[in-house]
């Protein structure tokens, strides 16, 4: 990578997956150049950060994210993330991570067990992540929720390990949607390089496109933070 214009940044696609164009996007208007991945193929390209996007990989057979789990995409991930490559996992994206076991704790199905779409408040809770550092602690951000297993669940000694290192990278604000743990809507693993949500901010990146702002309707692009994160990530590596 030769600064933020050469900087690739892989997305994974699944069969099943739903939002790998919209992270593409969101990834090129960030200022960098997206690199389409597919499942069955270990070969990362030499990519500089790997997002995992949302969907139904597999139809959510089994769980959620337990057979893209043994992707040979994911392996090669695995391996990679233990290296310092960023990942990001969305959603569905968020589920395999802790399916690899390279985020703590699972994913079931919201508490009331219906499907739900909205727009939701998040709080910054780390800010110093590979895919955080542009915004700040105790910061509002408004993105997109969609999802049906979407309730994080771990055991005690795991929540309190992740409150105690700072782990928490983000919380549900006002209302726990779908039952998670602690509000908690996010983590990342110790060294900070990769992180789950839940909610999508992919989907919040291009006024006009996003949620509803200060601005004005479908003005919110909060979600462009995470993205531009990375990019400051690389280059101050």
Same mark, same amino acid.
């Given at each position: 990578?030769?600064?933020?214009?050469?900087?690739?940044?892989?997305?994974?696609? %699944?069969?099943?997956?739903?939002?790998? =164009?919209?992270?593409? =996007?969101?990834?090129?208007?960030?200022?960098?150049?997206?690199?389409?991945?597919?499942?069955?193929?270990?070969?990362?390209?030499?990519?500089?950060?790997?997002?995992?996007?949302?969907?139904?990989?597999?139809?959510?057979?089994?769980?959620?994210?337990? +057979?893209? =789990?043994?992707?040979?995409?994911?392996?090669?991930?695995?391996?990679?993330?233990?290296?310092?490559?960023?990942?990001?996992?969305?959603?569905?994206? %968020?589920?395999?991570?802790?399916?690899?076991?390279?985020?703590?704790?699972?994913?079931?199905?919201?508490?009331?067990?219906?499907?739900?779409?909205?727009?939701?408040?998040?709080?910054?809770?780390?800010?110093?992540?590979?895919?955080?550092?542009?915004?700040?602690?105790?910061?509002? +951000?408004?993105?997109?929720?969609? @999802? *049906?297993?979407? *309730?994080?669940?771990?055991?005690?000694?795991?929540?309190?390990?992740?409150?105690?290192?700072?782990?928490?990278?983000?919380?549900?604000?006002?209302?726990?949607? @779908?039952?998670?743990?602690? @509000? +908690?809507?996010?983590?990342?693993?110790?060294?900070?390089?990769?992180?789950?949500?839940?909610?999508?901010?992919?989907?919040?990146?291009?006024?006009?496109?996003?949620?509803?702002?200060?601005?004005?309707? =479908?003005?919110?692009?909060?979600?462009?933070?995470? %993205?531009?994160?990375?990019?400051?990530?690389?280059? @101050?590596?």
């Amino acid at each position: 990578m030769t600064g933020v214009e050469g900087a690739r940044i892989g997305v994974i696609t %699944f069969p099943g997956t739903l939002d790998d =164009r919209d992270a593409q =996007r969101a990834v090129r208007l960030a200022g960098a150049t997206p690199v389409a991945l597919w499942h069955a193929d270990a070969d990362l390209q030499g990519v500089d950060a790997v997002v995992i996007p949302g969907g139904f990989s597999y139809g959510d057979y089994l769980r959620a994210g337990a +057979i893209s =789990r043994f992707a040979a995409a994911m392996t090669s991930v695995a391996d990679a993330a233990q290296g310092g490559l960023p990942v990001l996992g969305i959603c569905n994206g %968020f589920q395999i991570l802790t399916e690899a076991h390279l985020l703590p704790g699972s994913m079931v199905k919201n508490d009331h067990l219906h499907f739900i779409c909205r727009e939701q408040v998040l709080v910054v809770e780390n800010a110093t992540t590979a895919w955080t550092n542009q915004y700040e602690a105790g910061q509002r +951000i408004t993105v997109p929720l969609k @999802n *049906q297993d979407g *309730q994080y669940v771990a055991d005690e000694h795991t929540l309190d390990e992740l409150e105690g290192e700072g782990r928490v990278v983000f919380r549900y604000d006002g209302w726990n949607p @779908n039952g998670s743990r602690r @509000n +908690i809507a996010g983590i990342t693993n110790e060294r900070g390089n990769v992180v789950g949500l839940m909610p999508h901010p992919e989907h919040a990146v291009e006024a006009g496109f996003g949620p509803d702002a200060a601005a004005g309707a =479908r003005q919110g692009t909060d979600g462009l933070g995470f %993205f531009t994160s990375v990019l400051a990530a690389l280059v @101050n590596a």
